[in-house]
């Protein structure tokens, strides 16, 4: 970046230090405890909802503690794989079970009363402990999903906090629920809540300091499925298992530890969305909406382009399963893909017709075969890049960018006849698909030709998009356009800086920034955590680091600490800010493209562009699993902006560059 650059970049953040700001340090109910865990030192009334996931089954926890300071929950299980009549985008079985089991147990007789919640942690699984002074006894409950199972189970542990024996009693039954046979795809499905605890009677005598455990099994049964003999600490142990495998791969290491912390909890919410089904492996938004489903927009865009980094094979093989599902939609008139397929595999469904979903696609499946580092893998998805590329050759205007009927918002915000994203996506996509055509030894005027139409893009781009709106020198979104829209940032993250530094200054002003991110437009009280996340990423990946890395710490504050954690959220008003997984997977890509700059041009290389902050001396990304190998990135300071960057496998330097902080090193293994 050149002096005058640089120079913007200064003016510009001597402007933005006077916008209105969240300030980071402001009181957060929420508070670190590890690494990866989070808790709430309860002090007051407040209530909030989080999802969790397993192969078989999503829970909506609506919890919190009451002005008595009691527990309240209600849980809203949804089972992808239990389809319903009419069996569409929202067609997966759901029930609640309401309020907390505790007042069944008893202590000397007398029913637990007089509960205080004293701490709710959050970690991969929820805990919460309280204490009941009156009867003498400390309680802690765990709940989680099964890992496996269409099951989410619950273990309650009272403890004898007092000095002379206690008797307490646990209940034993089964709570059951038949669903109409009439609104079922396989006929009636049956719920049930199982209570049982360690001795059969339930009846256990507590010296001082002693333990006893009850657990609740919630399960949904098909027709002539077996009944589960489920216990909670086996689950846990598994659940544990999956959390380890995530905690053990791409560890993020800055010297803030909210954005360590929201990371560490990003990657849980990415890969527990992941449902076992007829189709395949599906990872799937969720949000007590969308399930046994892929979209073009969150798993092809978003999510799969982010797995091999993880190096979590369940993630891989779901990236796989959707693009083989898209695959099956190629046709040989160009029809457009569909946006979403539904129902575990069976149906497709677009609500708002063509919108730029092959761009998504292309995009995604060429970013992640290169990462995947597979020959195998890449051969078989170029096929489906090949097809997506010419259907968007086919689909530019006349001023050389991509038409489309609308955007992934779906028409909630007008997008014209040709929107930045789609052309945006395509362009990038060309650039992939060069470096794997490469990579393939696929033919070498192909090659060529992807090269030539994405510098013509290029400049198409900036020719049709490109103008001063509001007083910015940024981009319109739309041919049409006259107000800021928050998906300006998206040329940032494709390598397009033409117009960055006036973006740069657009995004973080006070028409679109507000304390939860990005409104959507200016003008507005709507925002859409994606494009929020896009921008960062995007302001990192064209040297904003400084600008970026302030609002990343104040965001990342009210994300993980605030009144709603500890993810990356959907939207609002719309869906109140559920906890949509493919945003979490947004949220590690910051890191791996925008704070280190990794751009894959090979299947053993990539590019690296490391972006460190003013404020940090360090950073570094252990156990990437991308390009075919297992290895770190440290990055540290050497002196003023020039940096020393060493590539380490199994803890032993590989290579060591040094090079000026925000400049770009190719790394090919």
């Known amino acids: 970046m050149n002096l005058k650059r640089n120079m913007g970049w200064l003016t510009a953040a001597v402007l933005l230090s006077c916008a209105g700001l969240l300030n980071a340090h402001e009181a957060t109910r929420w508070t670190i405890a590890s690494p990866d865990s989070i808790y709430w030192q309860v002090n007051g009334a407040h209530q909030d909802h989080i999802e ?89 409950r765990t709940l989680f999903p099964s890992a496996s199972h269409p099951a989410f189970c619950e273990k309650y542990e009272l403890e004898n906090t007092t000095d002379r024996p206690l008797t307490v009693e646990f209940p034993s039954l089964t709570l059951s629920y038949r669903t109409d046979q009439e609104k079922g795809v396989e006929g009636s499905y049956r719920l049930t809540a199982t209570f049982s605890s360690s001795v059969k009677e339930g009846t256990f005598q507590l010296k001082s300091g002693e333990k006893a455990w009850f657990q609740v099994i919630y399960a949904g049964y098909k027709e002539h499925d077996r009944e589960l003999t489920l216990h909670a600490d086996r689950e846990l142990e598994a659940r544990r298992d999956f959390l380890r495998q995530l905690r053990n791969n791409l560890v993020l290491e800055t010297p803030n530890k909210v954005i360590n ?11 527990e969305s992941i449902f076992d089904t007829q189709g ?32 979590y094979q369940a993630g891989n093989r779901s990236a796989m399963d959707s693009f083989s599902l898209f695959m099956r939609y190629m046709n040989d008139e160009y029809k457009p893909l569909p946006s979403s397929i539904i129902a575990e595999g069976l149906d497709c469904f677009g609500v708002a017709g063509d919108r730029g979903d092959v761009a998504m696609v292309a995009y995604g499946a060429a970013r992640y075969a290169l990462a995947s580092g597979k020959h195998a893998e890449a ?12 259907y968007c050759h086919r689909k530019l205007n006349a001023e050389g960018v991509v038409t489309s009927d609308s955007d992934e918002l779906e028409n909630r915000f007008p997008s014209g006849e040709a929107n930045l994203c789609t052309s945006s996506l395509y362009y990038d996509a060309l650039i992939s698909a060069a470096h ?34 509001e007083g910015y020198d940024t981009y319109r979104y739309y041919d049409g356009n006259t107000v800021l829209r928050s998906w300006i940032c998206i040329p940032l993250t494709m390598g397009i800086y033409d117009q960055a530094e006036g973006t740069i200054a657009a995004l973080f002003s006070d028409k679109l920034w507000m304390e939860n991110g990005l409104l959507t437009q200016s003008g507005t009280s709507t925002y859409w955590d994606r494009s929020t996340l896009y921008a960062f990423r995007g302001s990192y990946a064209c040297g904003a680091r400084d600008i970026a890395t302030k609002y990343l710490e104040q965001y990342s504050t009210t994300r993980l600490l605030g009144d709603h954690v500890p993810y990356a959220v959907e939207a609002w008003p719309e869906g109140n800010q559920r906890h949509l997984s493919t945003e979490s997977a947004l949220y590690c890509r910051i890191m791996t493209e925008g704070l280190f700059g990794i751009r894959p041009i090979a299947l053993n290389a990539f590019t690296l562009t490391p972006q460190l902050p003013k404020s940090w001396n360090e950073m570094a990304i252990r156990r990437i699993c991308a390009f075919g190998k297992i290895y770190d990135i440290e990055v540290k300071r050497d002196k003023g902006e020039r940096l020393l960057v060493f590539i380490k496998e199994d803890n032993k330097t590989v290579r060591k560059y040094k090079v000026d902080n925000g400049k770009s090193v190719e790394v090919r293994f």
């Open 261 to 271: 912390t929201m990371f560490s909890f990003a990657k849980i919410r990415s890969s």
């Open 52 to 140: 969790m996931s397993g192969l078989k089954m999503s829970v909506v926890l609506r919890y919190g503690v009451n002005d008595r300071g009691e527990w309240m929950i209600d849980r809203n299980l949804i089972l992808p794989t239990f389809r319903t009549i009419p069996n569409d985008t929202h067609g997966s079985l759901q029930h609640h079970f309401n309020g907390d089991w505790a007042h069944l147990c008893t202590v000397n007789g007398q029913p637990l009363t007089g509960e205080k919640v004293e701490t709710v942690s959050l970690s991969g699984f929820m805990t919460v402990r309280s204490i009941y002074a009156d009867r003498g006894v400390a309680l802690v």
């Open 280 to 311: 395949g492996y599906m990872q799937s938004p969720g949000g007590e909406a969308y399930y046994a489903a892929i979209w073009a927009n969150d798993q092809a865009e978003y999510i799969n382009p982010f797995f091999p980094y993880l190096g």
């Open 379 to 390: 051969e078989k998805l170029w096929p489906l890049i090949k097809w997506s590329l010419e």
């Open 436 to 469: 794997l055509g490469k990579a393939l030894n696929k033919e070498e005027k192909l090659i060529k030709s992807y090269r030539k139409e994405a510098a013509e893009l290029y400049k198409n781009i900036h020719t049709y998009f490109a103008r001063e709106v």
